[in-house]
């Protein structure tokens, strides 16, 4: 067999899993002050909830899950979004008792079966926010302003939000006819999928990504001459709060997105750094799921954010991968027999204390390394310190403690040598 991962999936390794850590620590914290508290769903669920939630014409749906049958005739699928699950979570756990809007937020794998390209897998991983149970205008910005605060603490840039209302139950139907009106006389120049698509979801033509199809619409009709007054006042709405926190966005007609349950409010968050794949986070309004899942009038507002495009921003603004190794506080560095064990237990207790300790371990069974060999790789690990443990010393229950950068070298008691060792690495060490 040939070892090699499945397409569409990427192993993670350790040098570019620092970057990830850096974005999933700061995604963290910006949800910590916008007061959202991390769920986790599994990662497979009832197929229906997706083909209910997400929609039976959306792309998702029609092609890109991952379905199959358990042991016991279900048929289940791998999460292909956070939101359906999220809200299936709230109406499961009745989290409306907790009081409202509940504001969740999650970081998890996500799998969809598409043509695999930079910046789009199979296996890929979102960021992403739900605040469930409320109509504020204030939530579709907040939802718009998280993601920005992330970006701008990871130093991307050059990104542009765009924003449109599709309006609701009540005024869409409007709007659907019109733009069928006017996507039937060009019904020839769309693609085959489009043509198809027509009947059953015309908003779903203006995401499309094809060039064709793009040209033949470009001057659609806008949802935002269609909206009924509730619509009308919370797209200003959300204007407004826009503009009283300073964000900086576009109003794009055109922008529907790929999933049914949007209403009102969607917007994109997108950077043209990344070549098609431009699309950083993207989210909308949601006022009909909570519903459509048995739950109840709960409307609701979310995002996600692709974290693969995330990494790929950070690279694209100059930020490397860190290396595979940690760079170590001190290196225990033994010599002679009895050493050679004990100077393990000392390596044991400066980590029980917060410092980074290695050692170089045995090529060969029952054989140590010499001491040439030892401070050769302590070196190289840029280690601060080399703690050198020697038979002799020992004995007389001491260590020598050296200086990396200029070599100076003195001993101490054994029982003093995490205190020396803090004393030497300063406010520079990590300390416990
Ligand atoms: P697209 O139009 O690019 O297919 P989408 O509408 O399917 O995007 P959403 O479902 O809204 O995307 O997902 C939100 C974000 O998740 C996207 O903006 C993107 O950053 C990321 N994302 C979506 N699909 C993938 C994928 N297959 N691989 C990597 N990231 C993805
Ligand atoms: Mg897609």
């Known amino acids: 067999m040939e070892a090699r991962a499945p397409r569409g999936t990427s192993d993670i390794l350790p040098g570019e899993a620092r970057l990830w850590q850096e974005i999933e620590a700061t995604v963290r914290d910006v949800m910590r002050v916008y007061g959202y508290g991390e769920i986790r769903t599994p990662v497979f669920e009832y197929t229906e909830l997706f083909a209910r939630g997400v929609g039976e014409t959306t792309d998702i749906v029609e092609k890109q899950m991952y379905t199959f049958e358990d042991r016991g005739g279900r048929s289940l699928t791998l999460r292909p979004e956070g939101t359906a699950p999220v809200v299936r979570a709230f109406v499961q756990h009745r989290l409306h008792g907790e009081g409202l809007p509940q504001k969740l937020w999650y970081c998890q794998p996500m799998f969809r079966y598409e043509r695999p390209q930079a910046g789009r897998a199979r296996q890929f991983h979102q960021f992403g926010a739900e605040a469930i149970g409320s109509l504020d205008p204030a939530l579709d910005v907040e939802m718009i302003a998280i993601p920005i605060e992330v970006y701008k603490r990871l130093g991307i840039r050059g990104f542009e939000v765009l924003v449109n209302s599709i309006g609701c139950p009540v005024c869409r139907p409007a709007y659907r006819e019109r733009l069928k009106a006017y996507l039937a006389q060009r019904i020839d120049r769309l693609c085959p999928t489009c043509r198809a698509r027509f009947e059953r979801n015309p908003l779903r033509v203006l995401d499309c990504k094809e060039e064709g199809c793009r040209e033949a619409t470009?001057?659609?009709?806008?949802?935002?001459?269609?909206l009924c007054d509730e619509c009308g006042l919370h797209f200003e709405s959300v204007q407004r709060v826009l503009a009283v926190l300073g964000i900086a966005y576009r109003l794009d007609g055109r922008l529907v997105r790929g999933l049914d349950y949007y209403t009102k409010t969607v917007f994109e968050i997108v950077t043209d750094g990344l070549g098609a794949q431009g699309t950083l986070a993207a989210g909308g309004r949601y006022d009909g799921l909570a519903a459509e899942l048995g739950g109840g009038d709960y409307p609701a507002v979310g995002f996600a954010g692709g974290m693969e495009r995330a990494v790929l921003a950070l690279k694209a603004a100059g930020r490397e991968e860190g290396k595979a190794q940690g760079r170590p506080d001190v290196f225990v560095v033994r010599l002679g027999e009895r050493a050679w064990n004990e100077g393990i237990a000392l390596a044991q207790r400066l980590r029980e204390h917060g410092v980074a300790a290695q050692i170089e371990y045995a090529a060969e069974l029952g054989k140590a390394r010499s001491m040439k060999a030892q401070m050769k790789v302590a070196g190289r690990s840029g280690a601060r310190l080399a703690v050198i443990a020697g038979d002799d010393e020992l004995s007389r229950g001491t260590v020598a403690l050296r200086r990396?950068?200029?070599?100076?070298?003195?001993?101490?008691?054994?029982?003093?040598l995490v205190d020396a060792v803090k004393e030497q690495l300063g406010g520079g060490g990590r300390l416990a």
């Open 218 to 226: 470009a001057g659609a009709p806008a949802a935002w001459d269609y």
């Open 404 to 416: 990396m950068d200029d070599g100076t070298q003195w001993e101490v008691p054994v029982e003093r």
